[in-house]
């Protein structure tokens, strides 16, 4: 057992890095069947040349992206204005798309449809609650019965003064001035 692992700390397992130099790490390759020696090292040239492209595009990405930004900076475009921005657009592309005009005419018409049951509803308890009112005798109006109770209770009309009197005028609880007659109404 301690040759195995004798073995296994002399051939430690490279494990090739993830990147543009993973080639470079690892080291050559034998070539893949069917491939000279020739049409490898023309493979890895270009490899190199490619790596390098990539490079200098990444550093001229980067000089752009800071242009850029001086150039916001310079007119005051801050990262809330492109943000109110972008929102404003997305909003209006949205609001514009078949979907949203289909969902929104669909919530209309449901909305009408919802307010004229409600309508009828309303129509049909007011025209049942004046078909039972219209009914029943015993379903007179609060005024009336206040009415009727008034003229019954009322006192009669006092001898003192006016300037004597302590308390309100008649005419404040029962709506009817001081010197007039009570009205009856019959009771049904």
Known sequence: MEDAETGSQLHPVSVPEVGEDAVKSVGPSPPPPGMT???QQELQEELVKVEDEIQTL???LAAKEKQLADIKRQLGITPL???KQN???TWQDV???IAYKRT???LSQAGLKATAAFSNMGSAITRKLEDVRNAAPTFKSFEEKVETLKTTISPP???SSQGEQAG???ETLTGVPEGSPPQETPMN
């Open 37 to 39: 020696e020739e049409e």
């Open 58 to 60: 990444s550093q001229v």
């Open 81 to 83: 204005n492109e943000l």
């Open 87 to 89: 929102f404003t657009k």
């Open 95 to 97: 609001t514009t798309s």
């Open 104 to 106: 929104s005419e669909t």
């Open 157 to 159: 009309a006092s001898s």
């Open 168 to 170: 309100p005028s008649n």
